[in-house]
């Protein structure tokens, strides 16, 4: 089983930058594929980005397509989402989620929040006009 922790949400301006942190802990990381997902208020959970447990994939939604880099470091146990050209509509509660690396690529569910086992307590990013 793995813990996952967020860090590095906070307020910007519009046009901004932020870089968001998942650390993971009690699991081989390197087996997991990750996901972030955000969640507004008074609205689902979305995917946001995901990459594959070796790395070598990545998967954005539309909207954040060009803005947004999701990365990992196996030796650090991290997976990080740098953010920028930040817009108002970016404000939502951000969250890191694993599910099985070999799995995920058998379905390709990476955008399917249903498909995470393991989920962060979330960050919340918000994004000033």
């Known amino acids: 089983q793995v813990q996952l922790v967020e860090s590095g949400g906070g307020l910007v301006q519009a046009g901004g930058s932020l870089s968001l942190s998942c650390a993971a802990s009690g699991g081989t990381f390197e087996i997991y594929a990750l996901g972030w997902f955000r969640q507004a208020p008074g609205r689902e959970r979305d995917f946001v980005a995901a990459?594959?447990?070796?790395?070598?994939?990545?998967y954005y939604a539309d909207n954040v397509k060009g803005r947004f880099t999701v990365s990992r470091d196996n030796a650090k146990k991290t997976v990080t989402l740098q953010m920028n050209s930040l817009k108002p509509e970016d404000t939502a509660v951000y969250y890191c989620a694993a599910v099985m690396g070999h799995y995920a690529e058998s379905t390709g569910k990476y955008f399917d929040s249903y498909e995470y086992d393991y989920w962060g307590r979330g960050t919340q990013v918000t994004v000033s006009s």
């Open positions: 990459i594959s447990w070796t790395g070598s994939s990545t």
